[in-house]
């Protein structure tokens, strides 16, 4: 069944390129999302992935409390494509036309591929772009709330674990040290953390050194033994296979998608090992967007709403063994119930 509300597909007139805006759900209020610049081997696989990541949206609003409804935005670039300054302004200047003919019911982010500067652009064609630069107005890098709402995730399901949020002297892994990864393991070496770290990028070696961190290559991260492994790069980290060798008691991490598909959160369970849905744990990027930027609130109330994650997570987690369900399927019906 088509489960979209909405989906404008249309050439840029200045750019000649496909926009695209899937607009998954309004019900608990007006949709946000980001505006994914990707490259895709056709327009319709760019379709593809903003139906499946705009219901994800819809997902992870609705399981944060937020009152905001999912969308996203694809602008599927051509395979090898280089968009040089003017192409990329005309783009953006085309997607703000696309965004404010949707008169509100789409607010629009950064996402892959995006920047602030692109959302400046943006707004000069439309008053419902968000996540500007901070000299334009807008609120920041998300991804400090995004760490915030992850490491509070952590602890909230090491407590459900072994009794005690305290990180100390327990094994944790992060993969990917990006924005949020970067931030994350900064976090959990404070909380005493024995920490093993790993990135694509040997650059990020130096920040595993000032955390007296262990370096491992990515491809041995996931089966390194650890209490907790921290998914913190790109999605589809766990596959059928990788979670038969996994060697760790709890997972949970920022990263997006990490399942391959559904049934790994069934693989994981029948192991033992405890999956924090990744929508559940990588809110605190839209919290960001929607509390400071859309609603005009306060660093301290979104800053708890980060925090919160962690409640919301323990609370699943008893929900999820009442009901007899994995912590993914009782976070799919929790989000649902809200919405329907
Ligand atoms: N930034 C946010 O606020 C936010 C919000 C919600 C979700 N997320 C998700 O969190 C994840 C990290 O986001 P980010 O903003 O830190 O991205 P980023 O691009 O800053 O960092 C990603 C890091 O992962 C590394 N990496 C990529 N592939 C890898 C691999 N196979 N093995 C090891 N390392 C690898 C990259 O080199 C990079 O350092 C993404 O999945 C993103 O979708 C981020």
Same mark, same amino acid.
């Given at each position: 069944?088509?489960?979209? +509300?909405?989906?404008?597909?249309?050439?840029?007139?200045? /750019?000649?390129?496909?926009?695209?805006?899937?607009?998954?759900?309004?019900?608990?209020?007006?949709?946000?999302?980001?505006?994914?610049?990707?490259?895709?081997?056709? %327009?319709?696989?760019?379709?593809?992935?903003?139906?499946?990541? /705009?219901?994800?949206?819809?997902?992870?609003?609705?399981?944060?409390?937020?009152?905001?409804?999912?969308?996203?935005?694809?602008? *599927?670039?051509?395979?090898?494509?280089?968009?040089?300054?003017?192409?990329?302004?005309?783009?953006?200047?085309?997607?703000?036309?696309?965004?404010?003919?949707?008169?509100? !019911?789409?607010?629009?982010?950064?996402?892959?591929?995006?920047?602030?500067?692109?959302? %400046?652009?943006?707004?000069?064609?439309?008053?419902?772009?968000?996540?500007? *630069?901070?000299?334009?107005?807008?609120?920041?890098?998300?991804? +400090?709330?995004?760490?915030?709402?992850?490491?509070?995730?952590?602890?909230?399901?090491?407590?459900?674990?072994?009794?005690?949020?305290? #990180? =100390?002297?327990?094994?944790?892994?992060?993969?990917?040290?990006?924005?949020?990864?970067? !931030?994350?393991?900064?976090?959990?070496?404070? =909380?005493?953390? +024995?920490?093993?770290?790993?990135?694509?990028?040997?650059?990020? !070696? #130096?920040?595993?050194?000032?955390?007296?961190?262990? $370096?491992?290559?990515?491809?041995?991260?996931?089966?390194? *033994?650890?209490?907790?492994?921290?998914?913190?790069?790109?999605?589809?980290?766990?596959? !059928?296979?990788?979670?038969?060798?996994?060697?760790?008691?709890?997972?949970?991490?920022?990263?997006?998608?990490?399942?391959?598909?559904?049934?790994?959160?069934?693989?994981?369970?029948?192991?033992?090992?405890? %999956?924090? *849905?990744?929508?559940?744990?990588?809110?605190?990027?839209?919290?960001?967007?929607?509390? #400071?930027?859309?609603?005009?609130?306060? $660093?301290?109330?979104?800053?708890?709403?980060?925090?919160?994650?962690?409640?919301?997570?323990?609370?699943?987690?008893?929900?999820?063994?009442?009901?007899?369900?994995?912590?993914?399927?009782?976070?799919?019906?929790?989000?649902?119930?809200?919405?329907?």
């Amino acid at each position: 069944m088509f489960a979209h +509300e909405h989906v404008t597909l249309r050439t840029g007139e200045r /750019s000649g390129l496909p926009i695209i805006v899937a607009i998954h759900s309004t019900a608990l209020g007006d949709a946000v999302g980001g505006c994914r610049l990707w490259s895709y081997p056709g %327009w319709r696989d760019g379709l593809a992935d903003a139906l499946r990541l /705009s219901e994800a949206m819809t997902l992870k609003c609705a399981a944060a409390g937020l009152d905001f409804g999912g969308a996203k935005a694809v602008i *599927p670039l051509p395979p090898d494509t280089v968009l040089g300054r003017r192409r990329r302004e005309a783009v953006f200047l085309d997607f703000g036309d696309a965004v404010q003919s949707l008169g509100g !019911r789409y607010r629009a982010g950064e996402d892959v591929g995006t920047t602030a500067e692109d959302l %400046w652009v943006a707004r000069q064609r439309t008053q419902w772009a968000y996540c500007l *630069p901070e000299g334009h107005g807008g609120s920041g890098e998300p991804s +400090e709330l995004t760490a915030v709402g992850a490491f509070a995730s952590i602890e909230a399901t090491w407590r459900h674990v072994a009794g005690t949020a305290s #990180l =100390a002297r327990r094994r944790v892994t992060v993969i990917g040290l990006g924005q949020v990864g970067g !931030r994350l393991a900064r976090r959990l070496a404070d =909380a005493g953390a +024995e920490l093993t770290v790993t990135d694509i990028d040997p650059g990020r !070696r #130096l920040l595993a050194e000032e955390l007296g961190a262990k $370096w491992v290559e990515p491809e041995a991260a996931p089966t390194v *033994p650890a209490d907790v492994l921290v998914p913190a790069a790109l999605g589809g980290l766990l596959s !059928r296979d990788v979670a038969t060798r996994l060697n760790c008691t709890a997972i949970a991490g920022p990263a997006n998608n990490q399942l391959q598909d559904d049934s790994v959160a069934e693989v994981l369970a029948a192991r033992e090992i405890l %999956w924090a *849905p990744d929508f559940v744990v990588n809110a605190g990027g839209v919290i960001h967007g929607t509390i #400071l930027d859309i609603r005009g609130g306060t $660093w301290t109330e979104a800053h708890s709403a980060a925090r919160a994650i962690g409640t919301r997570l323990t609370e699943l987690y008893r929900l999820a063994e009442a009901t007899g369900r994995t912590p993914y399927a009782a976070a799919l019906a929790a989000a649902r119930q809200r919405i329907h």
